[in-house]
């Protein structure tokens, strides 16, 4: 599977909190979730990103609460994959049981770049710097999981 996207940039330590404050967590509406994703760190993104987008952040993304809620809203606002140095052990998780798509990846990206990522073979190429760089490649099993749209959707197929 490979992907083309704009960056949409942040730092590092993005926590759960600011990627969809607690205020939500009342509902279950995906929707709902993605219209109020990043607003605490970012309130024009919501307006600005489109489907395809790849969020990219720094060290540890995604700490903070356990919440499933966070990986819902920034997929269903239309990102195709988040590119981050380190995640969050839970984060991690709960992005690939959700179906994100997650790769972790500690090279030189800025917002607006221009990104090509293979996850088969495991590598990323800024088409705006032309660079490129390699990440350990999600096992077939994790690939299905996530072009399957989630945990439960891929259990339905099995079924």
């Known amino acids: ?13 993005v926590d759960t909190d600011v990627i969809i404050p607690a205020r939500y967590l009342n509902t279950s509406d995906h929707k709902e979730l993605a219209a109020h994703c990043m607003e605490d760190i970012d309130a024009t993104f ?5 489907p395809g987008d790849i969020m990219v952040g720094g ?3 995604g700490c903070g609460s356990s919440r499933e809620h966070a990986p819902i809203a920034i997929k ?3 990102i195709a994959c988040v590119v981050a140095k380190s995640f969050a052990r839970i984060f991690y998780r709960n992005a690939i049981n959700t179906g994100l798509a997650i790769v972790e990846f500690d090279g030189d990206i800025d917002e607006g770049d221009q990104l090509e990522i293979d996850f088969d073979k495991g590598w990323i190429r800024n088409l705006s710097k032309n660079t490129e760089g390699s990440f350990p490649p999600f096992p077939t099993f994790l690939q ?6 989630g945990l ?5 197929e099995l079924a």
Request: proline share 0%.
């Open 76 to 78: 269903e606002s239309g």
């Open 152 to 156: 439960f959707q891929a259990m339905e």
């Open 46 to 50: 919501v307006g600005r990103v489109k």
């Open 59 to 61: 060290n540890n993304f």
């Open 144 to 149: 299905k999981i996530i072009s399957k749209g």
């Open 1 to 13: 599977m490979k992907i083309t996207g704009t960056v949409i940039r942040y730092g590092d330590n």
